[in-house]
C-alpha cells in the first residue's frame, strides 16, 4: 500500500465518518463509506447530505463526482479501515449509566471478513478505555488465520489496530478536521506509526503518537475537564442566587485574577459528548471518580433547578405566558441533541402552568414536535421571559420590550 493513495473503507457516515471520508476522497484516497442507513447511502452516491454541516455539501459533491468516493451498505476489502460509529451509554437497571460498545462491536463484525494481512484498522468513535484492544479481541475471534503470536494478555495479529479519537467542534467540522492536533494511539509502536503516515495526508495540525488506552482516555479527559469546569459555574450560580449576588459580575470580576478562568454557567450541559463521555470513566473507575461523577449530576441537576426557578415566578400570575428563548444546546447551532433547553422547554409544557411560547431561530424545517413562535411574537405576549441559550438574535434583544416583565436569564446576556 501507498501510504498518500489508499483504498480506505469508512464505517458510519455520521457527522464524523462523512466529512473523513470525503476529505480523504478530495486528498486523492479511493474511499468507500459504509452506513446501515440506506438513505443517507443513497443520498451521498447523489452527491448530497443528509446531516446540517456547513460546506459539507460542496466538499461531498466534489469527492463524489471525482469518483473517490462511493457510500455502500456493505464493505470490501481495503488497505485501511476507519469507524465512526456512535457510543452512547445506556442506563443499567441500577441507574447506572453505561457505555454501549455495540455499533463498535458490530461494525468490527462486518469489516472481519474482509481484513488481509497488513491493513490498518482505526478507531475514531470516542472510546472506553480498552476499547481498541477489543476490537483486536474480536477480530482474532473471527479471524485466527490474522493471529500471529498469543500471550496471555492478548494476541498479536498480522494488521494494525489504533485510537485516533476526533475533537472537531459541529459547525467547524471541514476546518478543524485539517487543523486540530491530534492523538493517535496503537496498540504498538507500528500501528501508531501506520496510522500517523495516513493522518499526514490531510492533517495540517500536530501529530502525537501513544498507546491505545492512553488515546481513549485522552479524548473522554477532555470532555470531563470541560464538564467539571462548567459544573463549578453551575453551581455558583445557584449559591449567587441564594446569597442575592449576580453570578455573572461576581465571575467577570474573580477572573481578573490572573490565574482564575471560570467558565460561564447555563441551564445545565448538553450536547452528545460532554454530557456522555465522563460516565464513561465513572463507569471504569466508580470509586474513584468521584469529582467526576458530582460534575455530571451538578450540571444534569441544572434544568430542574431552572424549571422550579420558573414555577414559582409564575405562582405570582393566574394564566402565565412563558416565552422560552433557545432550544439548542448552544449557541447559533440547530443541533437539538441532549439539549437542556429543550428539555426545560418541554418539562414547561408538560407542568401545564401557563402557556409556553417557544422560539428557536435555527430550528430546522422538520421540527414538529411543539409550536414555535417569532421572537417578536414571545417579547409582545410573554409574561416571563426564560432565556436558555445565547444565540446572536437574542443578544439584541432591546432591554426596554423586557422592562415590564420578570426575566429568568441563564447565559446572563440580558443583564
Ligand atoms: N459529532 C461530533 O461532533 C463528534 C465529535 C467528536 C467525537 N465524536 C464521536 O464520533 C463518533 C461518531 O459520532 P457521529 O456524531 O458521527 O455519529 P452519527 O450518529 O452522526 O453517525 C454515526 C453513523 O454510523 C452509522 N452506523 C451505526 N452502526 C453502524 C454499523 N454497524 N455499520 C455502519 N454504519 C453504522 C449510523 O447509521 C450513523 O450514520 C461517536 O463516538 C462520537 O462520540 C463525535
Known amino acids: 500500500m501507498h501510504k498518500n493513495r489508499q483504498k480506505i473503507v469508512v464505517i458510519g457516515l455520521g457527522y464524523?465518518?462523512?466529512?473523513?471520508?470525503?476529505?480523504?476522497?478530495?486528498?486523492?484516497?479511493?474511499?468507500l463509506g459504509v452506513d446501515v442507513n440506506e438513505s443517507a447511502v443513497n443520498t451521498i452516491n447523489q452527491g448530497s447530505i443528509h446531516i446540517v454541516e456547513p460546506d459539507l455539501d460542496i466538499l461531498v459533491r466534489s469527492a463524489v463526482h471525482s469518483g473517490n468516493l462511493k457510500a455502500s451498505l456493505v464493505p470490501e476489502e481495503a488497505d485501511t479501515f476507519i469507524l465512526a460509529v456512535p457510543?452512547?451509554?445506556?442506563?443499567?437497571?441500577?441507574?447506572?449509566?453505561?457505555?454501549?460498545?455495540?455499533?463498535?462491536?458490530?461494525?468490527?463484525r462486518s469489516i472481519a471478513p474482509f481484513l488481509r494481512?497488513?491493513?490498518?484498522?482505526?478507531?475514531?468513535?470516542?472510546?472506553?478505555?480498552?476499547?481498541?484492544?477489543?476490537?483486536?479481541?474480536?477480530?482474532?475471534?473471527?479471524?485466527?488465520?490474522?493471529?500471529?503470536?498469543?500471550?496471555?494478555?492478548?494476541?498479536?495479529?498480522?494488521?494494525?489496530?489504533?485510537?485516533?479519537?476526533?475533537?472537531?467542534?459541529?459547525?467547524?467540522?471541514?476546518?478543524?478536521?485539517?487543523?486540530?492536533?491530534?492523538?493517535i494511539g496503537g496498540v504498538n509502536r507500528a500501528a501508531a506509526e501506520t496510522a500517523r503516515d495516513l493522518y499526514k495526508t490531510f492533517c495540517n495540525g500536530g501529530i502525537f503518537l501513544t498507546d491505545s488506552k492512553t488515546a481513549e482516555m485522552a479524548k473522554l479527559v477532555e470532555n470531563s475537564s470541560r464538564d467539571v469546569s462548567i459544573a463549578f459555574a453551575n453551581e455558583l450560580s445557584i449559591i449567587c442566587d441564594k446569597l442575592g449576588i449576580n453570578v455573572w459580575e461576581l465571575?467577570?470580576?474573580?477572573?481578573?485574577?490572573?490565574?482564575?478562568?471560570?467558565?460561564?454557567?447555563?441551564?445545565?450541559?448538553?450536547?452528545?459528548?460532554?454530557?456522555?463521555?465522563?460516565?464513561?470513566?465513572?463507569?471504569?473507575?466508580?470509586?474513584?471518580?468521584?469529582?467526576?461523577?458530582?460534575?455530571?449530576?451538578?450540571?444534569?441537576?441544572?434544568?430542574?433547578?431552572?424549571?422550579?426557578?420558573?414555577?414559582?415566578k409564575a405562582d405570582r400570575f393566574k394564566n402565565p405566558v412563558i416565552g422560552c428563548l433557545g432550544l439548542a444546546f448552544k449557541a447559533n447551532i440547530d443541533d437539538l441533541r441532549e439539549s437542556p433547553a429543550l428539555e426545560i422547554t418541554r418539562k414547561l409544557i408538560k407542568a401545564d402552568?401557563?402557556?409556553?411560547?417557544?422560539?428557536?431561530?435555527?430550528?430546522?424545517?422538520?421540527?414538529?414536535?411543539?409550536?414555535?413562535?417569532?421572537?417578536?411574537?414571545?417579547?409582545?405576549?410573554?409574561?416571563?421571559?426564560?432565556?436558555?441559550?445565547?444565540?446572536?438574535?437574542?443578544?439584541?434583544?432591546?432591554?426596554?420590550?423586557?422592562?415590564?416583565?420578570v426575566l429568568i436569564d441563564t447565559r446572563g446576556i440580558l443583564r
Open 87 to 108: 457510543t452512547p451509554f445506556s442506563t443499567s437497571d441500577h441507574g447506572l449509566k453505561i457505555p454501549d460498545i455495540s455499533y463498535i462491536e458490530a461494525a468490527t
Open 251 to 312: 465571575i467577570e470580576l474573580a477572573n481578573k485574577h490572573p490565574r482564575v478562568n471560570i467558565l460561564q454557567p447555563g441551564p445545565g450541559v448538553g450536547g452528545h459528548c460532554i454530557a456522555v463521555d465522563p460516565w464513561f470513566i465513572v463507569a471504569a473507575a466508580p470509586d474513584e471518580a468521584r469529582l467526576i461523577r458530582t460534575a455530571r449530576e451538578v450540571n444534569d441537576a441544572k434544568p430542574n433547578w431552572v424549571l422550579d426557578k420558573v414555577k414559582s
Open 353 to 405: 402552568i401557563g402557556q409556553v411560547m417557544a422560539c428557536e431561530p435555527n430550528a430546522s424545517d422538520d421540527f414538529c414536535e411543539f409550536a414555535l413562535f417569532d421572537l417578536s411574537d414571545v417579547l409582545q405576549k410573554a409574561d416571563i421571559i426564560l432565556l436558555l441559550v445565547d444565540h446572536n438574535e437574542f443578544k439584541q434583544i432591546d432591554n426596554e420590550l423586557l422592562k415590564e416583565k
Open 117 to 183: 494481512e497488513g491493513n490498518l484498522v482505526i478507531l475514531e468513535s470516542t472510546s472506553p478505555v480498552g476499547t481498541t484492544e477489543r476490537i483486536g479481541q474480536i477480530i482474532a475471534e473471527l479471524r485466527p488465520d490474522l493471529v500471529t503470536s498469543r500471550s496471555s494478555q492478548q494476541a498479536n495479529l498480522a494488521i494494525h489496530l489504533a485510537h485516533c479519537p476526533e475533537r472537531v467542534l459541529p459547525g467547524h467540522i471541514l476546518r478543524e478536521l485539517v487543523d486540530n492536533d491530534r492523538i
Open 16 to 31: 464524523i465518518g462523512l466529512p473523513t471520508a470525503s476529505m480523504l476522497a478530495t486528498k486523492g484516497h479511493q474511499v
